[in-house]
């Protein structure tokens, strides 16, 4: 890593060719709206930041499935 920081971020993050569409869990998102409806029932006001874990999976990401989603 330290001699070739380039050659070792391409041997261990390969490019991904094949572009996936992302769907949410539909648990995960309705957890998401019960929290969201509770804070706004306490006056609270929230939030909702959503990024990919890591540039690799964002990458990996089908911008006209993951944009819309967002």
């Excluded at 690799?56 to 499935?65: E, K």
């Amino acid at each position: 890593m330290e001699k070739d920081p380039a050659g070792y971020i391409a041997s261990r993050f390969p490019v991904i060719s094949e572009k996936r569409g992302y769907t949410p869990s539909p648990e995960q998102m309705q957890k998401l709206r019960e929290t969201i409806e509770l804070a706004r029932w306490h006056g609270i006001k929230i939030t909702a930041i959503v990024t990919p874990a890591n540039q690799r999976l964002f990458r990996s990401y089908r911008p006209d499935i993951y944009a819309p989603w967002l």
